[in-house]
DNA sequence: ACCTGAACACCGTTCAAGT
DNA sequence: ACCTGAACACCGTTCAAGT
């Protein structure tokens, strides 16, 4: 990459960040362009998709979440290592508003930009979860597809203002279905 | 109401409902007044929102549920009816692609043409809850409003093509998050 | 009363022309 | 290699002018 281009596009997406940070998934790529002092096709050049543009803005978080399962895999035991890792990806996927809804939607696309980072992200939570339910702690009649749903979901409700007082409480609703074992509540209060 | 006016209102919810059916909740307004032979501006003057043109194509449907509710409330006993309630509604919010971020928008917002009809199914759900958390089988810490978040985030996620397979076991998986009763499991069954 | 066309300020896509 | 401006086909809002 030209020393030019380079720097176009580490400034490109410091001022992108600033525009979804206020506007969400829908902020405009003219807007992004005209803050950043570039042609609205210098951006498009760097980010041919808006799921390109995201892809770039998430992929340290998303690496991070990765990192985190691993990390919860051998220090927490299963149960709460899950119930935890469901918390920070439902935290996750409210980091911009909108964004649950490209990821879920990139969830079904291999041609999309974020595909493969949902991937990882789904396959280390399908391994929590395993996890969980060999140590009979989970119920055994889900599947990592059900478990990335109702995070998907649960984020999307938590993004909802009208939602959002109770998201807590859902996630505690949500995870004590996800939970068998009655012998870990206390790591489901940990957890909340 | 004019006669031209009356005949331009129920022509244009016919082409509305077409468009709405192919494109979802994003149907351009524009696209709409083409196909009914009409300025948009006049599309505009009979709905000045999209929120009033969802109001006046969701109404019937929305009665329907308010309806059911009180039917179920006197033919079922108190499990049966709120889960089987609960199915309609996560059904309802897929009867167009979108509705259930505009639904639950407007519930947030008391000046939205659809605010009405979402509090109404509210509270008839906020009811249905309550019998049954009277009965002993719906668990007692939640409320109208973790209903109408469950049902709302389900429906998206029954929405989301990813997901959408698995919706009948989410279904499930939440259902039986909110009945307590293990007497209930027959009810469960019936109602997937 | 009701309808209409046009002006307006947006949007993302595309591409020929520049350095 | 990389950037740019302009043309294009959209979008919803607004309003003066028509019947």
Redesign the interface.
């Known amino acids: 990459m030209r020393a030019d281009a380079r720097k176009n596009y580490s400034h490109l997406l410091a001022v992108a960040r600033e525009a979804v940070t206020e506007h969400g998934v829908d902020a405009s790529m003219r807007d992004i362009a005209r803050r950043a002092d570039v042609g609205l096709a210098t951006l498009l050049r760097h980010f041919p998709t808006r799921e390109a543009l995201f892809e770039a803005l998430l992929c340290t978080h998303l690496d991070a979440l990765t990192q985190k399962a691993r990390e919860l895999e051998t220090s927490k035991p299963p149960d709460e290592a899950l119930v935890s890792w469901f918390r920070e990806v439902v935290a996750f996927v409210q980091s911009y508003r909108g964004v649950v809804d490209l990821v879920?939607?990139a969830?079904?696309d291999p041609d999309s930009a974020l595909y493969a980072a949902c991937a990882t992200v789904h396959s280390v939570g399908a391994q929590l979860l395993q996890r969980a339910q060999a140590e009979g702690t989970a119920?055994t009649?889900?599947n990592g597809?059900?478990l990335?749903?109702?995070m998907?979901?649960?984020g999307?409700?938590a993004g909802?203002?009208?939602?959002a007082?109770?998201a807590d409480?859902?996630f505690h609703?949500?995870a004590?279905?996800?939970l068998t074992n009655p012998s870990s509540n206390d790591a489901k209060k940990a957890a909340c």
């Open positions: 879920a939607s969830h079904d119920r009649d889900m597809d059900d990335f749903a109702l998907s979901a649960l999307w409700a909802q203002p009208a939602f007082p109770r409480h859902l609703i949500i004590s279905a996800i």
